[in-house]
């Protein structure tokens, strides 16, 4: 069974950069055919996807927070990494880790999600 743990702090000041860890446990971030995402949701908003980094370490990211966003990995802790620059407040969110499946299409497991909010 995969299950996935983001870890991070929860009050993040304007300005400054968040940063969320993922850790996997019960598979190998490096197998084969399967994307490591950071997935958001604002609140009272959808879904919405950030960007991944790959079994390979190929990464890619939603173009509207490209500019600002960097996912890294650490295959010795099973552990890949969000970065995100320049916060403000419409960055409060509640913040996935999830696995894509590139087999079966579609996202197989999910972190339970840590809030994280934006103030001064």
């Known amino acids: 069974q995969v299950q996935l743990q983001e870890s991070g702090p929860d009050l993040v000041k304007p300005s400054q950069t968040l940063s969320l860890t993922c850790t996997v446990s019960g598979g190998s971030i490096t197998t084969n055919n399967y994307y490591w995402n950071w997935i958001r949701q604002p609140p009272g908003q959808g879904l919405e996807y950030m960007g991944y980094?790959?079994?390979?370490?190929?990464?890619d990211y939603s173009p509207s927070l490209k500019s600002r966003t960097s996912i890294s990995r650490d295959t010795s802790k099973n552990q890949f990494t969000l970065q995100l620059s320049s916060v403000t407040p419409e960055d409060t969110a509640v913040y996935y880790c999830?696995?894509?499946?590139?087999?079966?299409?579609?996202?197989?497991?999910w972190g339970q999600g840590t809030q994280v909010t934006v103030s001064s």
């Open positions: 999830a696995r894509f499946n590139g087999v079966g299409m579609l996202y197989d497991y």
């Open positions: 980094i790959s079994y390979s370490g190929s990464s």
